[in-house]
């Protein structure tokens, strides 16, 4: 095959395997919107006879050699880009779906949209978290425990962890509200001892 065919061959397995990837492993993230929309009736998370660990461990170590294997075939910042590309897509239909109905958009209802995603499973479980700055133009949240950060590092694929787990930031904010701006100076994901991710609402 020449060189073009094995090119498009890899343009075909990206396309359909990075959502398929990011979907499988943002999953816990799209069970636990679904448990929020729902009102909390996610019986179906109570009954999988998993811990936590057990079921990132289990989306992880389907998807990520599949990625790792996809990354040293490509070019490795452009896959990475392709990847943090349909985790941020992803991430906004999930929170753009959540909120659709809901009247406000400041930074109290996102901060309001953060307790109640980490309040719900695996996300309880999975991360600790404070809140460390709350005014009506500045919302900021720390970090200092994260289960698929732990995974991610262990398995060498940081950097595709940050492309599917950290990379939604922004897609949080404009699908919330797009005058929210949002920066994540730290990271637990690229070896920082915990993650900040600051939002502010612009004039």
């Known amino acids: 095959m020449s060189q073009d065919g094995h090119n498009a061959d890899r343009r075909r397995l990206l396309t359909r395997t990075l959502p398929l990837a990011a979907l499988a492993c943002a999953g816990c993230r ?4 679904q448990a929020v929309v729902a009102g909390g009736e996610a019986r179906f998370l109570e009954k999988t006879g998993m811990t936590t660990e057990e079921m990132y461990a289990f989306f992880y170590g389907s998807f990520i050699p599949v990625l790792q294997a996809l990354a040293q075939q490509m070019e490795r910042e452009r896959f990475l880009s392709a990847l943090a590309d349909v985790a941020t897509e ?6 753009g779906a959540m909120v659709k109905d809901w009247p406000a958009r400041d930074l109290r ?4 949209l953060w307790q109640n995603l980490l309040s719900t499973p695996p996300f309880s479980s999975a991360l600790a978290y404070e809140v460390v700055e ?6 900021a949240l720390k970090f200092t425990a994260c289960l698929p950060a732990k995974l991610l590092r262990a398995m060498n694929a940081a950097d595709i962890g940050y492309a599917l787990e950290c990379s939604g930031s922004k897609a949080v904010a404009k699908a919330f509200n797009p005058k929210i701006k949002v920066s994540n100076p730290k990271n637990i994901m690229k070896g920082d001892a915990y993650c900040t991710e600051r939002y502010v609402l612009e004039a």
């Open 30 to 33: 799209g069970a636990a919107a």
């Open 90 to 95: 992803s991430t906004g239909q999930m929170i």
């Open 109 to 112: 209802a996102m901060s309001t």
């Open 134 to 139: 709350q005014t009506e133009k500045t919302l």
